[in-house]
């Protein structure tokens, strides 16, 4: 008997029976709100961006009025949120539910920045301000928003965590340890919140195009003696490569690729625990796995274009 599905009509049915899911997705999504931080620019104003036009009902976050109003100029819903600030963090949620009728699906914690200098030369108040914006502030938030994701029995909390929540590179002390911490804490989170209907994802990237080596150049010139420092020579050979315009790392992506793991966490029904991003985190877990640390070390070595790397190479 003729079914009628020859091999091309199958593959016409199989895309249409994509666009429909397609579309579904899309109306089912429509006006589920989500709070974002960190939308000034790079990968939050991307996913804010994508969000929006997927149907969300976007509340994209920046600490500065500037780019809060940018942010509304272009059509979003906007709030100001700085995560270094506890009334700040208040207000913005405050303001948030106001615009959603008290209701939050998902959180994207993202707002950070990185800062460089070799271990022995960060003072203690530079180290806790890392450890204020890029893990405190964020559990701050998270803590406030999560009885009302119990309340309504679901929730998704997206942490864009990094490749450098797992793997360590000199002159990234205080950045790493903010996301090995992170890790830490959203892997007790996530176990604590089991049967809540509220899910947690990590998004694990590694080199994506943004504004954040800029913003980590300004934060070394600000904070690291690099004259008095035993590095200084290093120091001297990394400026020339922060400083450089355009993407310095093999395999950088552009921001869309973490928008695309946020979309997964946000739609299927089981969000993944981790979403590696780019070539260096699945290359980077896997030889976590298989190697010892000494091995991981020499690995780390040869592949991190490091200050002394560049400083050999500028000579
Ligand atoms: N780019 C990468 O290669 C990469 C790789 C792995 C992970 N990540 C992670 O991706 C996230 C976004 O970074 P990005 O690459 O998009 O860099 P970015 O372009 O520098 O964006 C960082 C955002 O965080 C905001 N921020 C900084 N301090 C804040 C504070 N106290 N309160 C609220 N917001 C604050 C910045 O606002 P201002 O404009 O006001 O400073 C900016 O909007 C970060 O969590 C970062 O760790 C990035």
């Known amino acids: 008997m003729d079914s009628g599905l020859a091999p091309g009509n199958f593959s016409f049915l199989q895309q249409l029976s994509q666009s429909r899911e397609r579309h579904i997705k899309t109306l089912t999504n429509k006006g589920k709100p989500i709070l974002i931080t960190g939308c000034s620019s790079g990968i939050g104003l991307c996913v804010a961006r994508g969000l929006y036009r997927r149907g969300y009902r976007v509340i994209a976050s920046a600490r500065k009025g500037a780019d809060v ?8 819903e906007a709030v100001e949120l700085d995560l ?27 707002g950070a920045y990185g800062q460089p200098g070799a271990v022995e030369d960060l003072r203690r108040d530079v ?24 309340k309504q029995g679901e929730g998704r909390i997206i942490q864009n965590s990094s490749i450098l929540g797992f793997t360590a590179l000199p002159y990234r002390g205080a950045y790493n ?17 089991q049967g809540s209907g509220i899910h947690v994802s990590l998004i694990e990237p590694g080199p994506i195009q943004s504004r954040f080596r800029a913003n980590a150049l300004r934060m070394w010139q600000k904070n690291i003696d690099t004259a008095n420092s035993v590095h200084r020579e290093r120091y001297q050979a990394w400026a020339g490569r922060l400083e450089k315009e355009g993407p310095t790392t ?22 993944r625990i981790r979403y590696p991003v780019t070539f260096p985190t699945y290359m980077f877990a896997f030889l976590k796995r298989v ?25």
């Open 127 to 150: 180290f806790r301000a890392q450890l204020e914006t890029n893990l405190l502030g964020w559990h701050e938030l998270t803590c406030r928003i999560i009885p009302l994701m119990r």
């Open 84 to 110: 270094d600030d506890s009334e700040s963090i208040r207000g913005a949620l405050e303001e948030t539910l106001s615009l959603t009728d008290g209701r939050l699906f998902a959180l994207f914690n993202n």
């Open 69 to 76: 109003a940018r942010l509304r100029d272009e059509g979003l």
């Open 291 to 315: 190697l010892t640390s000494r091995m991981l070390d020499r690995a780390l070595a040869a592949t991190d274009r490091s200050p002394k790397a560049d400083y050999r190479a500028s000579k």
């Open 177 to 193: 340890a903010s996301k090995y911490a992170l890790e830490g804490l959203t892997d007790t989170l996530r176990l604590e919140l």
């Open 250 to 271: 093999p395999f950088t992506l552009p921001p869309e690729a973490v928008l695309k793991r946020v979309i997964h966490a946000l739609e299927s029904p089981r969000p």
